[in-house]
């Protein structure tokens, strides 16, 4: 009952987490396994067009990975917070 709060809340958190971030994706033109610096042509959705007339225009893996790994370590933290808070609400308080 207890790791409820915990898996619950860090589960909700990385789930809106990863639908806000599949909504503001990074993008970018370099070609996929090249060496050169990537050029990054801004953040869009996954679906999105806005980016098909630039020729070889992706979504950059690499730093959706990198950013995918900050929304899980946010919802960590909030279901940490969720669960270390849990009993110091209302009438669940100790002293009430």
Known sequence: ????TLF????FA???GMGILCCFAPWTSTPP???????SLGYAAIWSH???AV?????DLAAFAMLAGVVFFFA???GASAYFFRN????EREDV
């Open 88 to 91: 110091k609400r209302g009438a």
């Open 33 to 39: 396994g090249s060496s050169a610096a990537h050029d």
């Open 55 to 59: 020729p070889g225009a992706r979504v």
């Open 1 to 4: 009952m207890l790791m409820k």
């Open 50 to 52: 806005q980016y098909a």
């Open 14 to 16: 990385f789930v809106v």
């Open 8 to 11: 619950g809340v860090t589960f």
């Open 76 to 78: 960590v933290v909030i």
